[in-house]
């Protein structure tokens, strides 16, 4: 196969032609360029990072690791290339899923039409000739028919939260931009901002390796345990021989995992209700959440009844009434699975350790960061010599919005999404022709699935799109205002028959100042989703307009 590399030349004015253009070379960015390669396009793919990885390259904070199961998180559409891998854990660490990636990368060729240490600055869309005029930071300029983006849910960090920051005397890290190089933490004194998914994954690793941990939490979590066996011959021969069950099954479920909601709560006994709640608990997944009660997203009393189980089960752990008011949510903060559910080990163990004090921000938020640390509402200081920003993400919307893309009449993507985040499946933005899109609002990809399970079908819908479009002898390909339109109040009235619309988290962007509210995922499940994506195809693409 031809590589862009080799067949696409600079033309007048050192610009370089090509068929597509993918950004991001994370899990999505990978898998696109090797298919749209496959087709005999000139494609290549840009990076801002020095290697592939995307969410696996930029997360190497301590700690950070899968809490999707690693058989799950793997591509299906090579069985050898399945197979030929082996994972040393269920849930393994940043590393290892790193090396894994390089192995598929290496595997696959890829790296010859790939392009690192590049950002994108600007995608600018030509009417007139139904192309993409993209500019990178480093001044080049790239022409493409079609402009897909691979960049990935999160991975816009909220980094710059507050006043002083640069008055700091220590180093501040966000957790997405952790350094290649070893972070000394021994004997300092160490805050960490933020205790959701992945500030629960750093403060539970290094509570036992600095001077002193401080821990700075305002929205308490629900947490469930992680079961994290190693993996022998006998777990890699029982996950491969699976491979064609896992290939027919993960991509149908609610949330792309070999697990699915099997139970109804009406048909449940109080007894038997208990029963599965600690079977899913048991199972040190996200069982519970994902395959436990679909009930529990819907109605009050369902919700009310998990969330009890789950609270509970924390309290017993944390056994400090202080502790408990800081770190378990009650009924009057939202209910179990409308946010996103952590998994942990030990770490609510881990505020009982003598070095680890929990501060509570809720009442008394952080006003500032001073040259000592960090300073709260009341005046009160806390002296640190390093600050962890675990603070999040301007999720599905905030990396396309850092890009200066214009669409048709020079419509900026950041300004309509800053009014009303509106997509097409997930796929495409009405206005923006030939830019095809994986892990943007309103589809599974966004939050509520196995990451790697969506950004396969995905990025094989855009394929296949691409494929056909060639294939009936036409160049453009864009949403129309009315399948638009339709998708939006699909995805709305799916979203606004659950409980999660009336919490608040990033799930609903409601922790950047400012942003559209709607539920960023898609709720109707994985397997519902790509079944409309494929009548879509199907069908010829009505919800589109090809020329």
Known sequence: ????????????????????????????????????????????????????????????YPGARFDSESYCYQYLFDEKLYKDWSW???????????????????????????????????????????????????????????????????????????????????????????????VELAGKAVGVVGIGATGIQVIQTVASQVGHLTVFARTPQYVLPMKNPSYGEAEHAWYKSRFEEIKATIPYTFAGFDYEFEHTWAD????????????????????LWLAGFAEMFFFEDVSAEVSEFVAQKMRD?????????ILVPTKNDYGFGTHRVPLE?????????????????????????????????????????????????????????????????????????????????????EGYPNMLTTAVPLAPSAALCNMTTCLQQQTEWISDAIRAL????????????????????????????????????WYMGSNVPGKPRRLLSYIGGVGTYRGKCDEEAAAGYPAFRRS
């Not at 449940?268 to 069982?287: A, L």
């Open 1 to 60: 196969m031809t590589s862009a590399t080799e067949t696409a030349t600079p033309s007048t004015g050192g610009v370089l032609e090509l068929d597509a253009m993918v950004l991001g070379t994370g899990v999505a960015g990978l898998y696109q360029l090797h298919q749209l390669r496959e087709q005999g396009l000139r494609v290549r793919a840009y990076d801002a990072a020095s290697d592939v990885g995307g969410t696996w390259y930029w997360n190497r």
């Open 88 to 182: 040393s854990e269920k849930y393994p660490g940043q590393p290892e899923i790193e090396r894994w990636l390089h192995y598929v990368t290496d595997r696959l060729d890829l790296r010859r039409d790939i392009q690192f240490g590049t950002r994108i600055v600007s995608a600018h869309f030509d009417e007139g000739r139904g192309r993409w005029t993209v500019r990178t930071d480093g001044g080049e300029t790239i022409d493409t028919q079609f402009f897909i983006t691979c960049a990935g849910m999160l991975s816009a960090p909220m980094e710059r939260l507050f006043e002083g920051q640069d008055s700091f005397r220590g180093p501040i890290f966000h957790t997405s931009r952790w350094p290649k190089e070893k």
């Open 268 to 287: 449940c006994t109080p007894q038997r209700r208990r029963e599965i709640f600690e079977e899913c608990y048991d199972s040190g997944s996200f069982r």
């Open 317 to 325: 752990r944390l056994r400090d009434q202080r502790l408990i008011d």
């Open 345 to 429: 080990r030990n770490y609510l163990e881990v505020y009982h350790r003598d070095n680890v004090d929990l501060v509570g921000v809720r009442n008394n938020p952080i006003t500032r960061i001073v040259p000592e640390g960090i300073e709260l509402a009341d005046g009160t200081v806390h002296e640190l010599d390093v600050i962890i920003l675990a603070t999040g993400f301007d999720a599905g919307t905030g990396a396309l919005a850092a890009i200066d893309i214009q669409g048709r009449d020079g419509r900026a993507l950041a300004d309509d999404w800053g009014r009303d985040i509106r997509t097409t499946m997930g796929l495409m933005v």
């Open 470 to 505: 060639r294939a009936d002898g036409k160049t453009v390909i864009e949403p129309t205002v009315e399948g638009q339109d339709a998708w939006v109040t699909h995805h709305d009235e799916l979203a606004n028959a659950t409980l999660v619309p009336k919490t608040d988290s």
